[in-house]
């Protein structure tokens, strides 16, 4: 073919292309018509909505690394995974992992040194005793529970970078990604709609949300804050975002009851129990979900006054608390553009 024929045949096909793709600025269809995809992945309803595409195999692209994600990182019904090849080696021998699982392990650790132990990525022997999510979760024997808290210590998970490799120094010990593989998904996701030139989405895992760009019409995309006493789609507030992703973790997500007492999911390492303190959610507001899923799960064990601290010292990061007598707290970067929606709950300033 000649250079000229060739070059009036790209001018073409970009001309196609911006007429097909580039419907982004035509806001009104785009917003009325975005593509929706739904899936049931590591454990919660996945939804995808894009605004500026129709191609569905962007979104089965990102379902699939979804997967992947959840093959190599599950503890719970996957024969194999790369966690419970490591799991079952505890005290034994390294094993060799993939850059996925060593990536989430690392910042799994170093959210574990930054809340000095209250956040433990090797609090699987004690997530494992009280089965919470499933039909038989119970509370655990004293002894049993003591014992566990024996065998959490993530200083005695071994990183080697250079080798990809990790290693639990002492047998019984059990790795637990669930506070943040999820949040890891949902930012691969975001690359994946990046990657293929996605401007506009919305993304949710479960109570992880991210947001592409803005809203298709300019204007920033309006994330409802859960009310964590209603049933899920009730919102005490609302935040203005672009490209940020916003993370609530709730002791009210997962919990059982036995003999009139509520025990929810997110546990104290040194004691083996769920931790109490006045705190009933909280949502984290930043660029990468594994940050933020840590962060949530973080400010939920540490409670308000120590969690506030934190998240108002660390950089990018901004956070809303909900006490459980129905208090707001917002740190300074989201105090003002919070709305709070409904009248039940107030805003301290
Ligand atoms: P959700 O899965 O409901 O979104 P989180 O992100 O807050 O909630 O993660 C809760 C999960 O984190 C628990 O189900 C458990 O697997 C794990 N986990 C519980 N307590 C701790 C802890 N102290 N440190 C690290 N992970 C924890
Ligand atoms: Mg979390």
Redesign the pocket.
Same mark, same amino acid.
């Given at each position: 073919m000649n250079r000229s024929i060739k070059s009036v045949l790209t001018i073409f096909i970009c001309v196609i292309l911006v007429f097909t793709s580039g419907c982004k600025n035509n806001t009104k269809q785009s917003s009325a018509n975005p593509l929706i995809k739904t899936n049931f992945i590591l454990g919660t309803l996945i939804e995808i909505k894009v605004f500026d595409t129709k191609d569905e195999g962007i979104i089965d692209e990102a379902f699939s690394r979804i997967s992947e994600i959840e093959s190599k990182m599950t503890i719970n019904n996957a024969e194999t995974s790369e966690v419970i090849l490591l799991n079952n080696e505890a005290g034994q021998k390294e094993v060799k992992v993939s850059p996925d699982t060593f990536y989430v392990l690392e910042k799994g650790k170093y959210f574990s040194e930054l809340s000095k132990g209250?956040?433990? &990525?090797t &609090?699987g022997s004690i997530?494992k005793l009280w089965n &919470?999510g499933t039909d038989y979760a119970a509370v655990p024997q004293q002894a049993q529970l003591e014992e566990a808290v024996k065998l959490v210590d993530y200083n005695k998970l071994v990183l080697n970078k250079s080798e990809y490799t990790a290693k639990l120094e002492q047998k019984g010990m059990k790795v637990?990604l669930?506070?943040i593989a999820?949040g890891y998904a949902g930012d691969e996701v975001a690359a994946i709609l990046r990657k293929h030139g996605v401007e506009h989405a919305l993304i949710s895992l479960?109570?992880?949300m991210l947001v592409i760009g803005g809203n298709p019409n300019g204007s920033p995309w309006k994330i409802g804050v859960q009310n964590p006493f209603d049933a899920r789609g009730a919102y005490i507030g609302i935040i203005p975002v672009k490209d940020k992703t916003i993370v609530t973790?709730g002791t009210y997500?997962?919990y059982f009851e036995e003999k009139g007492k509520l025990y929810h999911? &997110? %546990?104290?390492?040194k004691t083996g129990y769920p931790v109490e303190n006045n705190l009933i959610s909280v949502s984290i507001v930043t660029d990468f979900s594994i940050d933020a899923?840590a962060l949530?799960?973080i400010t %939920? %064990?540490l409670g308000f006054e120590e969690g506030f601290k934190l998240m108002e010292s660390l950089e990018g990061v901004d956070a809303v608390f909900i006490t459980n007598d129905k208090k707001v707290y917002a740190t300074s970067g989201l105090k003002d553009s919070l709305t709070i929606v409904n009248n039940e709950f107030k805003l301290q300033k």
């Open positions: 209250s956040f433990d &990525i &609090i997530v &919470i637990d669930g506070a999820k479960g109570g992880n973790s997500e997962r999911h &997110i %546990l104290d390492p899923d949530s799960t %939920l %064990l």
